[in-house]
């Protein structure tokens, strides 16, 4: 099967990749969901609901205080990340699309990536729009609580918070790469949150081949031309072997 897969990726001319949750797992970056995920630590209703946040974002600031941001910034990109970068490098990535919200695909290295779901790296202020670092927000925090901008605006995260739609712009790129590639790789991604699953879909109807690569069954196994149940960067490995 991975010689197959292989073959397939290899003599591709447009390849889509797509990661996921899984993807940054070897980063120390927990998963969502299931047992251990950080849902099941922190109520995504109250930590993560952009109308809990607009009647009260203490929750949210004290989880980024506290978990988030000491987690994103010990995070460090994995060798699944630094194997896509030789990819990249190499002239066979066509489009990066991740659902990912650490910033660290471009940390490892690749210039222009697809964040469906935003970014945890950077905030804005609600009222004039001005923009703030990560480390700006931390800092902030210490003393200003809930952190404001000079305008007196609230400032939020530019991650997309369950209750709102994902960024119009990031949405029709992504599904313009599913429209064009040859191959659709997904990486590390369970495949369950809309529209990201959907994306597979697209690309299936426009005649590319799916390839799948998760350690657990996804819904969209059965469409696709190969799966193989293994972490994304045994697979690279393997790949680029
Ligand atoms: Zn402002």
Not at 16 to 42: C, D, H, M, N, Q
Not at 107 to 133: K, Y
Not at 138 to 166: A, Q, W, Y
Request: with cysteine.
């Amino acid at each position: 099967m991975i010689a197959e897969v292989k073959k397939l990726i290899m003599n591709s001319k447009k390849l889509v990749v797509l990661t996921g949750a899984g993807f940054s797992a070897e980063s120390g970056i927990p998963t969502y969901r299931g047992t251990g995920g950080l849902w099941s630590k922190y109520d995504p209703s109250v930590y993560a609901d952009i109308n809990h946040f607009m009647r009260d974002s203490s929750y949210y600031w004290n989880f980024f205080r506290d978990e988030r941001y000491p987690m994103i910034k010990k995070a460090k990109p994995n060798s699944a990340h630094i194997a896509l970068v030789e990819l990249y490098k190499r002239g066979k990535l066509f489009r990066l699309i991740t659902q990912n919200i650490d910033g660290l695909h471009q940390l490892a290295g690749i210039p222009h990536v697809i964040e469906l779901h935003g970014t945890t790296r950077s905030f804005r202020c609600m009222r004039c729009d001005n923009r703030f670092s990560m480390e700006e927000v931390h800092e902030k925090i210490l003393d200003d609580f809930p952190p404001k901008c000079s305008c007196n605006g609230s400032l939020r995260p530019n991650t997309v918070m369950f209750g709102e739609s994902l960024p119009q712009h990031a949405l029709e790129e992504s599904m313009l790469a599913a429209k064009k590639c040859d191959v659709f790789l997904v990486l590390g991604s369970s495949l369950v949150v809309y529209p990201a699953a959907y994306l597979p879909c697209i690309a299936k109807e426009n005649n590319a081949h799916v390839v799948i690569v998760n350690i657990d069954p996804t819904p969209f196994d059965k469409q696709a031309d190969a799966v193989l149940y293994k972490k994304a960067s045994m697979f690279l490995e393997q790949l680029l072997l």
